[in-house]
Nanobody, 114 residues
C-alpha cells in the first residue's frame, strides 16, 4: 500500500507561481516513478510531469520551461514548481505512482485567474 497526500494548491494570478507537494508513505521503497496529473471537468486526466528514481524527468509540452518536478528522497516528497501560470493551467492536480497498481492522492485545486 502507498499513501499520497498533496498540498499547495490555491488561487494565483496569471504569471504567478505555486509549488505543489506530494508526501508519500507506505511501501515507498518499491516506487520508481512519481507523477503529477491534472484534470478539468469534462476532460481526461492528463500527465503533466514525471520523475524517475534515476532522476530523469519528463514534461507535457504545454508546461515545458514553466514547470519543474523534483523529489526529496529524505522526506519522501515530490514537488511541482509551477511558474508563469496561465488560466489554462487551472485544474485539479493529482499525485500518482504505480506499485503493482495505480495510487492517487486526493487532488489539490489550482486556479489561475485575475
Amino acid at each position: 500500500q502507498v499513501q499520497l497526500v498533496e498540498s499547495g494548491g490555491g488561487l494565483v494570478q496569471p504569471g504567478g507561481s505555486l509549488r505543489l507537494s506530494c508526501a508519500a508513505s507506505g511501501r515507498i521503497s518499491s516506487i520508481n516513478a512519481m507523477n503529477w496529473y491534472r484534470q478539468v471537468p469534462g476532460k481526461q486526466r492528463e500527465l503533466v510531469a514525471a520523475i524517475f528514481s534515476s532522476g530523469t524527468t519528463n514534461y507535457a509540452d504545454s508546461v515545458k520551461g514553466r514547470f519543474t518536478i523534483s523529489r526529496d528522497n529524505a522526506k519522501n516528497t515530490v514537488y511541482l514548481q509551477m511558474n508563469s501560470l496561465r488560466p489554462e493551467d487551472t485544474a485539479v492536480y493529482y499525485c500518482n505512482t504505480y506499485v503493482f497498481r495505480n495510487y492517487w492522492g486526493q487532488g489539490t485545486q489550482v486556479t489561475v485567474s485575475s
